[in-house]
Nanobody
């Protein structure tokens, strides 16, 4: 089982931008998730094998998944603060923003947005 390797993230002020990378071979589709302290892991965005895109309502118009699996995050808000994870190996019988649909996870990267 191949584990994605993540990079990027960091600290920015509200309104700023960050890009998160997800490096893994052998997979086309990817899901991005985030988890804040004390919260459940939630789906943020996904890109399917046919380039179908799905975004959580909270990030629509601000986040974009590229074909290289990176996540471009613009107009960041303090509520976007969380540990972010990419995931691959999706069970296509399950919705794309469900954590349980994915087999292999990156190590996570912290995103902190200050007001």
């Amino acid at each position: 089982q191949v584990q994605p390797v993540q990079s990027g993230g960091g600290s920015v002020q509200a309104g700023g931008s960050l890009t998160l990378s997800c490096e893994v071979s052998g997979y086309t589709a990817v899901g991005w998730f985030r988890q804040a302290p004390g919260e459940e892991r939630e789906g943020v965005a996904s890109r399917g094998v046919r380039d179908e895109l799905t975004y959580a309502d909270s990030v629509k118009g601000r986040f974009t998944i590229s074909r290289d699996k990176s996540l471009q995050m613009n107009s960041l808000k303090p509520e976007d603060t969380a540990m972010y994870y990419c995931a691959v190996g999706r069970d296509t019988n399950l919705p794309p923003l469900i954590p349980g649909a994915y087999q292999s996870w990156g190590q996570g990267t912290q995103v902190t947005v200050s007001s």
